[in-house]
């Protein structure tokens, strides 16, 4: 036992001067040191300077007044003050909130039933996944202005030609107060639902054969498979799914801002809407300092939400 | 991955035989591929189809099928008069600059910090991983800032195609899926090469790189896909039209040309990632569920 003890203490008093050996810059470089750091170089550079020092930059900045032209002074938290006393604030949160829950009604429940259905198909399986996917490798530029294109509010609008086939409509689309960020939600659910899909056919692929053996053995029927296998089983994709769409949802920007500028009179005005406006709307000089001061708040909101939903969905989530 | 492979589990041959099973099962699986077929091919089938019809015929009849012929002039006044020749290449300079950084930044980071291991890669790895929960928003206004005012440089960054090219080396996907390639790559085979005499560069170049082929062409899909797809950030910082990519540049197209001219300049801008993901489609689908499985 004391000669087992004693070498060990050997062992480790020799490792420790390894150690201090290695910490020789000379050695330190003979023994690949260097080299290792010029293969991170890139990766360091690369965060440092686009990821790491503007996440700083944005704290610093939204404490500050700065307009590119003067030097930045230190303003406290007069910024955050400007952003939560303008009127378009309580409408930006409740446009942004308004799009994230309708994108969850259109687009949630549909790419779990077609991936479910799409994973039992005895043949095809693959044109399915092409077919749906498609829409995700449009720019989304073109798929917006096509979309746009679609939405036109005369009865010779392809949507309205195509439901009035139906005779139903002309329907107003972008035009209307209460149309618009449904029609919006409309083409991001199209644009954006291939890539859960195909999260969903990746998971359901990893479900475990044996459960659905047992559950037969039991008797169990297809819809009861469903209901305690396959759900239970893509518990954890669903959840992080349902998260990460809301947290992409509440930085909408890109139909508001190309299908109706935020309008008609504000109805899709978003909160990501409202930070381009103050840093980059206005043609005399942005206000960076409010910009930031929201985006800050915004990403500090989604971290806190994060956290709570995580909480709330742990006893759950867990096998 | 390969959902073909897998055996039917869910649903079973015996269950399968239930006439029940067979109408309603299979009915809707004739339904969900109808479906989308209208959903997912019908609006790029659509913007084809007006792309060669007179402008004409596109507003009065939209789903009307060449109802006075074809206009093939449109695709090639867009590609010479509204000049998306000149924006189809810059989109093609851009998309393959931000490619070639990703892939010097995924590839290098990746080996050092999962194959070489120095003792501060857990550091960087926290680091790293900490980006993946800052909201893209939060970097928007600092990181124009900085390319307008760059510290270092002091010369402004604005229109030049660097502005593009090196933020798209910080991108957090990389990491992930690189490291986890990498991670899991065979160690015994880098201990037999060290052995054998490969320094660092040796090992990379002749070994590492090889070896991670799969994972670099899922990089590839993604970096040149994000590329074609960005609009924003190249809005901002490319401000001569001349430079501009074709996302950027066709809202504007859009209010300056009729509008079959236009929608054959959105069905050139379409062309490229279509055809990319129809040939590439198992990079591509690996990826996607990949990304759902470091999601979850």
Known sequence: MDAIAEIEVEGAALARRQYRVRRSPLTWVRGGGLSTLLFVLPRLLAFGAFSWYPIVRTVVMSLQHTNLVESPTWVGFDNFRAVLNDPLLPIAVKNTAYFAFLALIFGYPVPLAAAVLMSEARRGRSLYSVLAYLPVVIPPVVAVLLWKTFYDAGSVGVFNTVLGWGHLGPYPWLQSQSWAMPSLVLESTWANAGATVIIYLAALTAVNPELYEAAAVDGATLWQKVWHVTLPQLRGVLLVTMILQIIGTAQVFLEPFLFTSGGPANATLTVLLLIYDYAFGNSLGGDYGMATALSLMLAVFLALFSLAYLRATRSWSTE | ?296
């Open chain 2, 1 to 296: 991955m390969s959902a073909e492979e897998r055996p039917a589990a869910l649903v079973t041959p015996t269950d399968w035989r239930r006439p029940g099973v067979r109408l309603g099962l299979g009915g809707a699986q004739v339904l969900l591929l109808a479906a989308l077929v209208v959903v997912g091919l019908g609006p790029i089938l659509w913007l084809a189809k007006s792309a060669i019809t007179p402008t004409a015929d596109t507003i009065g009849h939209p789903m009307a099928l060449f109802p006075h012929g074809s206009a093939w002039s449109n695709l090639r006044e867009a590609w010479v008069e509204v000049d998306v020749g000149r924006y189809f290449w810059n989109t093609v300079v851009l998309a393959v600059g931000s490619w070639l950084v990703q892939i010097v930044v995924a590839t290098t980071g990746g080996y050092a910090l999962s194959v070489l291991r120095p003792s501060y890669a857990k550091v960087i790895n926290a680091l790293l991983l900490m980006t993946l929960f800052v909201p893209a928003v939060v970097l928007l206004v600092p990181l124009y800032i900085e390319i307008v005012h760059p510290p270092i440089v002091h010369h402004s960054l604005i229109d030049s195609y660097w502005a593009v090219w090196l933020p798209a080396g910080a991108s957090a996907f990389n990491v992930i899926i690189v490291k986890r390639f990498f991670d899991n790559l065979p160690r015994e085979i880098f201990e037999a090469a060290r052995i054998d005499g490969a320094g660092p560069f040796t090992l990379f170049t002749k070994i590492v790189l090889p070896m991670s082929k799969p994972i670099l062409g899922v990089v590839s899909v993604f970096a040149l896909l994000a590329s074609w797809k960005d609009f924003l950030w190249p809005l901002l910082v490319l401000t001569d039209p001349n430079k501009q990519p074709l996302s950027v540049r066709l809202p504007t197209i859009q209010s300056q040309t009729e509008l079959g001219v236009f929608l054959a300049a959105m069905f050139i801008a379409c062309l490229v990632p279509i055809a990319g993901f129809l040939i590439f489609q198992r990079s591509f689908l690996r990826g996607s569920g990949m990304g759902g499985a470091i999601k979850g």
